[in-house]
């Protein structure tokens, strides 16, 4: 299931955020879609190799890769190259699904699991819902300013027309050390029990430590 980190910028992160975006360049965003998603997108996405571009990134990388919740709930293995992207009135991102692979050779990734990380407030546009089909239910999605919503990449999803304003986000994709969606979900179960557990009872107890364990005997069978 997807999952809503809140916050994962913080306000001086934010404050750099909105500093750089007036700075960055723009381009077609078919530029990156596949030969299937490239007939449903319609957006602009932004040079992250000038200065600027360049800063933002690596603020962004920064904060998503030092999280703890993001790192208990995806387990990374490999990050793809970040997007940031621009949908103006009248764009969107028809329903589609993200490639199985993203890059080629040692930057090969297996994309396991898709973000947005959105950086403009939600009520500065209308429409731009990332809309994610689960198992017959639709998962929408509008997050605040600084918020990440990570979810499977096998999934089919969209991003709904922009009615007004812009909707300014991040993406990328996540290889996992663990492939399978239910195991991580029972890894990042057992981890939460164990942050509430820490609380309580010392960390060389019986308790945490067999939990530890468990831990690292389940990532060890099941990660590659």
């Not at 509008?142 to 999803?157: E, N």
């Not at 290889?175 to 179960?189: N, P, V, Y």
């Not at 029990?193 to 009872?201: I, V």
């Amino acid at each position: 299931m997807p999952i809503t980190i809140g916050n994962v910028l913080d306000e001086a992160d934010l404050a750099s955020v909105a500093e750089l975006l007036p700075q960055l360049m723009w381009a077609d965003g078919t530029k990156t879609a596949g030969a299937v998603a490239r007939e449903v997108k319609r957006n602009r996405q932004a040079d992250l190799s000038t200065r600027s571009g360049t800063r933002l990134r690596e603020l962004v990388q920064t904060a998503l890769r030092t999280h703890p919740v993001v790192q208990a709930f995806a387990r990374p293995a490999k990050w793809s190259p970040l997007i940031v992207s621009q949908t103006g009135e009248g764009g969107g991102y028809g329903t589609h699904i993200d490639n199985a692979f993203m890059g080629a050779g040692d930057s090969r990734v297996r994309t396991d699991l898709s973000f947005t990380l959105f950086l403009s407030e939600p009520d500065s546009y209308e429409g731009g819902e990332l809309n994610i089909d689960m198992a017959g239910m639709t998962h929408s999605v509008k997050g605040a300013r600084g918020d990440l919503v990570i979810y499977p990449s096998t999934t089919l999803h969209q991003v709904a027309e922009v009615t007004r304003g812009r909707r300014i986000v991040c993406v990328g994709w996540i290889q996992s050390l663990i492939r399978s969606g239910d195991q991580r979900e029972i890894l990042f179960d057992l981890d939460n029990l164990k942050a509430e557990l820490l609380a309580s009872h010392d960390k060389n107890s019986p308790e945490l430590l067999t939990l530890s364990k468990t831990l690292a005997n389940l990532t060890r069978m099941w990660g590659e």
